[in-house]
Nanobody, 125 residues
Framework: EVQLVESGGGSVQPGGSLRLSCERSRVTTNNYCMGWFRQAPGKEREGVAFIDTDGRTTYADSVKGRFAISKDNAKNTLILQMTRLKVVDSGMYYC???????????????????WGQGTQVTVSS
């Protein structure tokens, strides 16, 4: 069974930075489209950043230029580097994986098969 475990969340002031990690077991990095989603209280889960098997990345407009997604294949780890954080970036952040999402161009929540439990990010002054 595929397992995804997020870490790195926490509390930070606006303008600060956080680095989220997603450790993957039983998932061969190069075979999966990987992504980060987030969900704020009372809101729907939204896609934040994605990376395909060739390393091509896609970002939500709201995070372009501030967030960077990457993967360390040797460590089987997905990274989300978040900078210039805003209060609206607060929420639970989830790591997700799917074989077909990037290939199909479907990066919606329902497309992704495997999910982590999430890590909380709070941005406040």
């Amino acid at each position: 069974e595929v397992q995804l475990v997020e870490s790195g969340g926490g509390s930070v002031q606006p303008g600060g930075s956080l680095r989220l990690s997603c450790e993957r077991s039983r998932v061969t990095t190069n075979n999966y489209c990987m992504g980060w989603f987030r969900q704020a209280p009372g809101k729907e889960r939204e896609g934040v950043a994605f990376i395909d098997t060739d390393g091509r990345t896609t970002y939500a407009d709201s995070v372009k230029g501030r967030f960077a997604i990457s993967k360390d294949n040797a460590k089987n780890t997905l990274i989300l580097q978040m900078t210039r954080l805003k209060v609206v970036d607060s929420g639970m952040y989830y790591c997700a994986a799917d074989v077909w999402a990037c290939l199909l161009g479907d990066l919606s929540e329902g497309r992704f098969q495997y999910w982590g439990q999430g890590t909380q990010v709070t941005v406040s002054s």
